[in-house]
């Protein structure tokens, strides 16, 4: 083999996972814009360049077929948490303290769910894809709401699950008012309070 084949081939298996990883964009407004406009999800890959796990990802899932496929309808980010800018805030927002990190963002930056630590293509295609159903399961309820009449627990519970992502402003309306409404049970009057009181200190 000679020199000039021996640069080409490594040359391609320099460049083939950049050609085959999908299109990550890199700031937070154009990943924004785009989930916007086409009304789908966005996978934020939160790295640092020290983190090997996250080279790992970028070698072997990203390029994978079953990632590909996986995410054809998601919008790609990809954020480092150590540039002193949009990653590390993200990454502080979104209380994200282990790398590989990955966050399942709406077309409004609220969380949908989160994918910590490495896993082979195939097994993270299945968190994935399980943070997905969870994540319908849960807007399937908010749709819901308004149905939900004196079901104090099934309405306390999503206050709740409102709290686990992050999104307090949607969950605090939701507990006052099962701390001040009429007829609602004192257990649950007192389970608010609290959850009210631990979003506040969170």
Known sequence: MNRRTLFAAVLALTVA???FAGT?????????????????LILVDMFAEWCGWCHRFEREVFPSEVFQKATSDIILLRLDTEDGKEGTQMARKYAVTSLPTFVLLTPDLAMAGQIRGYAPPADFVKMLTDTRKKHEEFTGRVKNEKNLGNNWPARLQLAKDFTAPS????????????????GIPAAIRDEAYYELALAHVM
Do not use: G, I
Request: positive net charge; aromatic residues 6%.
């Open 167 to 182: 999104a307090f402003d949607q969950s605090e309306p939701r507990l006052k008012k099962l701390t001040t409404e009429k």
């Open 17 to 19: 996972p950049q050609l």
């Open 24 to 40: 990550w964009l890199k700031t937070v407004d154009a990943a924004q814009k785009a989930a916007k406009a086409k009304n789908q």
